[in-house]
């Protein structure tokens, strides 16, 4: 039975567990992508130049140029789509992975049914080689393997001298049978290195007690906010009060969950990506082609329900308009981060709050 689930996640997942598959999806889109752009381009120039050569050269396989001119103009059409559709429609990358998958077998079949008194070559060449090029889910990739693998023995036995036909079946078979095994193998490895990379990552730009990201990460992202602003950008700047008192007055567990509330709203209301613990207590926030009102009604949101677990939170805001394609992200926060000052020492000046009175 555990070998029997050892096989089934090795299929279902390459060898990782359930979550961690899932959570690998938007990062297997991000490579299939990459590696799309690569093996697309590379295809169209291969085919071309197939193309061109064929035409020039009466010995060289003259027969295949329509082949070679109808798989170069379905590289191009599959490139420009990774180039310009793509990444704004990142849920169907892998409808074009499988487009450039197929187009690959169809050529490798196609060309060696044109010479079809020698045996296979192209065919096989591309039933091995294809299922290694992209990240796809184990089960996937040994469906279509066997899918191809047996619409060309039933093409082979069909329309190919049987004495070469025989051959062609069984080397589709057992080369067939070597591409599913090979491809299992691979792509665990493949997914593995890529769930390493992603929980180094995560670790780089994560804050561990928090969950938002941490302030190597805030540096790091700092000058791209004008860049994808087409109106304004909100700075948002906290400061959690009380923190060193909570921990001395109830322990540092107490501090650690006032900290995870914080930043758990602050990720609520301006997402993950925009939310940085930047300090011990102090964090960042920023709102892309926000508007003043909006950000206020949010922030004192934030504070009334920080307010119910008798928590308080100092906050500043400053917002700057995109003029002349510019924003100043040092006067942007610096602002931000002066009005949090203000607040923070209104907040001390409350007989309630004032620590002179404790």
């Not at 029997?4 to 598959?21: D, I, P, Q, S, V």
């Not at 420009?80 to 409808?95: D, G, I, S, T």
């Not at 074009?96 to 187009?103: A, C, G, K, M, P």
């Not at 650690?256 to 960042?284: C, N, P």
């Amino acid at each position: 039975m555990d070998r029997l689930n050892r096989l089934r996640n090795l299929f279902l997942y390459a060898g990782l567990e359930r979550e961690t598959f899932h959570d690998l999806r938007p990062a297997i889109h991000k490579e299939n992508l990459v590696l799309l752009r690569l093996f697309s381009l590379l295809a169209s120039v291969m085919f071309f130049l197939l193309l061109i050569t064929s035409m020039l050269s009466r010995g060289f396989a003259s027969v295949n140029s329509s082949t070679y001119l109808t798989c170069g103009i379905a590289m191009l059409v599959i490139q420009l789509c990774a180039r310009y559709f793509l990444p704004k429609q990142p849920e169907f990358v892998m409808v074009y992975v499988y487009l450039f998958e197929i187009t690959l077998y169809v050529f490798g079949i196609h060309i060696s049914m044109l010479h079809a008194e020698m045996p296979a070559v192209s065919a096989i060449v591309f039933l091995l080689v294809t299922p290694l090029l992209f990240y796809d889910r184990p089960i996937a990739l040994s469906a279509l393997i066997a899918l191809v693998a047996t619409i060309f023995c039933g093409i082979v036995a069909r329309y190919k001298d049987p004495g070469v036909a025989e051959s062609d079946i069984w080397n589709t078979i057992t080369f067939g049978m070597v591409a599913i095994a090979t491809s299992l193998f691979i792509i665990k490895i493949k997914m593995q290195a890529l769930a390493q990379s992603r929980q180094i990552e995560y670790m780089g730009q994560t804050d561990l007690l928090t969950g938002v990201k941490n302030r190597n990460h805030y540096e790091k992202r700092l000058q791209g906010y004008p860049e994808m602003c087409t109106s304004s950008l909100v700075c948002v700047y906290a400061d959690v009060n009380g923190l060193h008192e909570m921990n001395n007055r109830e322990g540092h567990s107490a501090g650690d969950r006032m900290l995870r509330e914080v930043a758990s709203k602050m990720q609520q209301y301006f997402g993950l990506e925009h939310t940085y613990r930047i300090g011990g207590d102090e964090f960042a926030a920023f709102r892309v082609d926000g508007q003043t009102e909006e950000v206020l009604s949010e922030i004192d949101r934030i504070r009334q329900e920080l307010a119910r677990e008798k928590y308080h939170v100092s906050f500043g805001m400053s917002i700057q308009e995109q003029t002349r394609g510019k924003i100043n992200m040092a006067e942007l926060i610096k602002e931000a981060e002066n009005n949090m000052f203000a607040a923070k020492k209104e907040f001390y000046r409350q007989p309630e709050h004032n620590r002179r009175n404790r």
